[in-house]
C-alpha cells in the first residue's frame, strides 16, 4: 500500500524525501482530522435537515427566465439558507457576483448618508477599503456621506474593549467584522470570540446592525456568527458554501428587514427579492451546499498538513500546527518574494486544470500591490478549490486555501515543498 503511494507519488514528481516528510508529518494529526469529520457530519446533517425541512423538490432544481416571478427554487433556497444560519430571511443569488459585491450591498443598502460604519477588528479585506472608501473610489460609502471608523486589534489580537467603546457613536449605524484574517497576519476570530464582541456592542447602542463578513468561515465550526447575534452573515458562493459547485454567486443571511434592504439595492426599490431570474444555477446552488460541509472538512485538513510541513520547516505559520481553526485559510511567511512564487508554482502544478501553466505576479484590481494567484480551478477563481495567492510585499506571506478533496489537498501541498527544495530554498 505505503509502495504504491509513494509510486504514485514519485510519477507525478514528488521525491521520497518530500513523500516521507508529509506521511510522518501526517502521523501526528490522525486525532485532529478524526475532530474535524465529527464537524462536517454535523454540519452535514444541519444541511440536510434544513433541506428536508423545506420540502425541496426536484422541480426546486429547475429554474426560471426573464423576471424570474415566482421562483420556486429559489424561495426554497433562501429559506433553507436562512435556517442553516438560523436567521429569520437570506438573499441568495447568481446576480451578486462575488464576495465583495455581497458584502457592498450589505453595507450600502443598510447605510444612509450621515451614517457611520465601525470596523473594531482593524482595517477590512483589501477590496472593502474602495467600498468604504478608504482608498478614495467613485461610488465608495464616503462620497455617499458614510463616515468610517476604525478600531485596530490590540498587539496581542485582543479586541480594544477600551477603544471599541470610544468609538461608539450616536451615528454609528453598522458594526463590520472580518471572521477570516484575509490578507492580514492576525489571527482569525472564532464565532464565540465575535458573539462576545456583539454584545460588547450591543450592549453599548442597541439597535446598532452587526454584519459579520463569514468568507472562508462557513462550515469550520458548527455554529455561523448568526448563531450568536449577528444580524447579517455575508459571503462568497465561490467559497465554502458553494461547495466547489456554484460557479458564482453570493449570500446575505439575517434580520429580515436587513435581507429586504439588500434586495431593493440588488434589483430594485419596490421589487426586492421578488425578481432575479435563477436561470439554469440552482442545481449547482443546492447540490454545492449539500457538499459544503465535507468540502470544507477537506480544506481545513488540508491546511493543517500545510501548516504542519512548513512549521516543521522552521518557517512561521498562521494559524500554528496545534490551534483550533476558524477559517480555511493558512498563511505562511516566508520572507521572501522568490520563495512565495516557487510555492504558488508548486500548488498550480497541482491543479486538475491549467496545471502546465506557470503563475506570475500582476496588478490585480482592488488590490494595492502586484499578487500571485496559483489556481488551477474548475470555476474561475474558486478559492473553495485548491489555491494559493501572496501580494509580492513585505512580510512575503503567501496565503493558501481549499481543496475539494483531501487527496488532492495533501498533493497540492506536498508539490508546492517541491517546488521549494527544486528551486534551492528548501535546502536538502
Ligand atoms: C474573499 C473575501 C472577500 C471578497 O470576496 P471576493 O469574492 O473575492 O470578492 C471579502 N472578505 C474576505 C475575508 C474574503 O476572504
Request: some cysteine; proline content about 5%.
Amino acid at each position: 500500500m505505503n509502495s504504491d503511494l509513494k509510486n504514485i507519488y514519485s510519477s507525478l514528481g514528488i521525491s521520497d524525501r518530500v513523500f516521507e516528510f508529509g506521511e510522518k508529518t501526517l502521523d501526528a494529526l490522525k486525532e485532529r482530522f478524526e475532530k474535524i469529520d465529527e464537524v462536517a457530519e454535523i454540519n452535514q446533517l444541519k444541511v440536510l435537515a434544513a433541506l428536508q425541512k423545506n420540502q425541496v423538490s426536484e422541480a426546486c432544481l429547475h429554474g426560471t427566465s426573464g423576471y424570474g416571478y415566482n421562483d420556486m427554487g429559489r424561495e426554497k433556497l433562501e429559506a433553507v439558507y436562512a435556517d442553516i444560519f438560523h436567521t429569520e430571511d437570506a438573499l441568495v443569488r447568481p446576480q451578486i457576483t462575488c464576495g465583495t459585491h455581497a458584502l457592498a450591498l450589505a453595507l450600502m443598502s443598510n447605510l444612509r448618508p450621515g451614517d457611520e460604519l465601525l470596523s473594531p477588528v482593524g482595517k477590512p479585506y483589501d477590496t472593502l477599503e474602495e467600498v468604504i472608501g478608504i482608498r478614495p473610489s467613485a461610488g465608495s460609502l464616503a462620497e455617499y456621506g458614510v463616515s468610517y471608523k476604525q478600531v485596530d486589534l490590540l498587539p496581542d489580537g485582543g479586541f480594544d474593549w477600551e477603544g471599541i467603546k470610544a468609538a461608539v457613536g450616536p451615528k454609528t449605524k453598522l458594526v463590520t467584522i472580518q471572521r477570516s484574517k484575509g490578507y492580514q497576519t492576525r489571527h482569525t476570530l472564532s464565532v464565540s470570540e465575535i458573539g462576545e464582541l456583539i454584545s460588547f456592542i450591543k450592549n453599548i447602542k442597541s439597535d446598532v446592525i452587526c454584519m459579520v463578513d463569514n468568507c472562508y468561515g462557513e462550515f469550520v465550526e458548527t455554529i455561523e456568527p448568526s448563531n450568536v447575534g449577528a444580524d447579517m452573515c455575508v459571503g462568497s458562493l465561490i467559497k465554502n458554501p458553494g461547495g466547489g459547485l456554484a460557479p458564482i454567486g453570493g449570500y446575505i443571511a439575517g434580520r429580515k428587514s436587513c435581507v429586504e434592504n439588500a434586495a431593493y439595492r440588488l434589483t430594485s426599490p419596490g421589487l426586492g427579492k421578488e425578481v432575479g431570474a435563477s436561470l439554469g444555477i440552482l442545481q449547482s446552488f443546492y447540490q454545492g451546499l449539500f457538499l459544503s460541509p465535507t468540502v470544507t472538512a477537506s480544506a481545513l485538513k488540508s491546511a493543517i498538513f500545510g501548516a504542519n510541513i512548513y512549521e516543521k520547516l522552521g518557517f512561521s505559520v498562521l494559524p500554528n500546527s496545534t490551534e483550533d481553526r476558524h477559517d480555511i485559510i493558512q498563511a505562511i511567511t516566508f520572507g521572501r518574494a522568490d520563495a512565495v512564487e516557487a510555492f504558488c508554482r508548486g500548488i498550480q502544478a497541482a491543479a486538475p486544470i491549467d496545471s502546465h501553466v506557470t503563475p506570475i505576479p500582476w496588478d490585480m484590481p482592488g488590490y494595492d500591490a502586484p499578487v500571485i494567484m496559483a489556481a488551477g480551478a474548475f470555476v474561475s477563481g474558486s478559492s473553495i478549490e485548491l489555491s494559493a495567492d501572496g501580494p509580492i510585499k513585505p512580510p512575503y506571506a503567501v496565503y493558501f486555501q481549499g481543496g475539494l478533496t483531501w487527496p488532492h489537498g495533501k498533493f497540492g501541498i506536498l508539490k508546492s515543498l517541491q517546488s521549494l527544495v527544486d528551486n534551492g530554498i528548501v535546502l536538502w
